[in-house]
């Protein structure tokens, strides 16, 4: 039986050296299916899972891991991929299912509206936000909201680096629901940033412009898997009720 969402998350632990037991590929799967639930930033999904099974590629994402244990000992990977660069594909994928979505033809006027705004994000806002150019573009928009911003509510983060945050946030939470949902029928998980990204991009035959969000271990925990006892600053000191 799968563990409740505060028993899985009680559960996860970081697992740096795991059983040597298969795990089963199908179930991974299945928890990457609930990684791509996740929310994300303007439902862009500029994400990609590359799930790691076939041996080869696991030694060679272990060399470009530095080795560590927890990449060593898993019996499978998963790289989060962070794809800033599909935003013009996936723009368009927003703007079919809006299309298919509304597709009646006896739409009253509030619907109508509400498809001319969702495909004017999708068509305008959402290209003048991500287009750049070696980051110039970027820093002009950035200056140029800046100023906006002196008399009203702006949204500022436009820069070439606000954007990369912006994609790595998403799967960022995309990796977590994975890492949750792994917990929850009994597997283990290591999230690693730990790694020579530029390695690891050439391994999977990854484009220059996309960046690894993580890469996780998988496995089934040894009884040394976990190095020591959880430990967590203060909640009082992280915790601010306002
Ligand atoms: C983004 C990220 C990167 C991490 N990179 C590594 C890593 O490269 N190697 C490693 O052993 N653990 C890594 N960790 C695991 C953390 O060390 C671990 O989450 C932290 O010590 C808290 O322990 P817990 O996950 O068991 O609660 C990473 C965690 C996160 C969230």
């Not at 820093?139 to 911003?149: H, P």
Request: proline share 4%; net charge positive.
């Amino acid at each position: 039986m799968e563990k409740t969402v505060s028993e899985a998350i009680a559960y996860r632990r970081s697992c740096r050296v795991y059983k040597d037991e298969p795990i089963d590929s199908v179930k991974v799967k299945h928890c990457l299916k609930n990684a791509v639930l996740a929310p994300t930033s303007s439902n862009l999904q500029l994400w990609e899972f590359y799930h790691v099974t076939t041996q080869d590629i696991l030694n060679k994402l272990t060399k470009a891991c530095f080795e560590q244990n927890a990449a060593k000992t898993a019996q499978q990977l998963v790289v989060v991929v962070a794809r800033k660069d599909l935003w013009r594909k996936r723009c368009k994928a927003n703007v079919e299912f809006i299309n298919s979505v509304y597709d009646k033809p006896d739409m009253n006027e509030r619907m109508a509206k509400r498809k001319k705004m969702a495909l004017n994000y999708y068509e305008k806002l959402m290209p003048f936000t991500y287009f750049d150019f070696l980051g110039i573009f970027g820093m002009i928009k950035y200056l140029s909201l800046q100023f906006v911003g002196l008399f009203r509510p702006i949204y500022r983060q436009v820069r070439l680096s606000d954007m990369r945050i912006v994609t790595h946030k998403s799967a960022g939470l995309a990796a977590q629901n994975f890492m949750i949902s792994m917990a929850a029928i009994g597997y283990d998980t290591c999230p690693m940033e730990g790694s020579d990204t530029l390695r690891v991009k050439r391994i999977l035959k990854l484009p220059y412009n996309s960046e690894i969000t993580m890469i996780i271990g998988c496995g089934i925990k040894d009884e040394k898997g976990i190095y020591g006892p959880r430990f967590r600053v203060p909640f009082k000191e992280v915790y601010k009720e306002v």
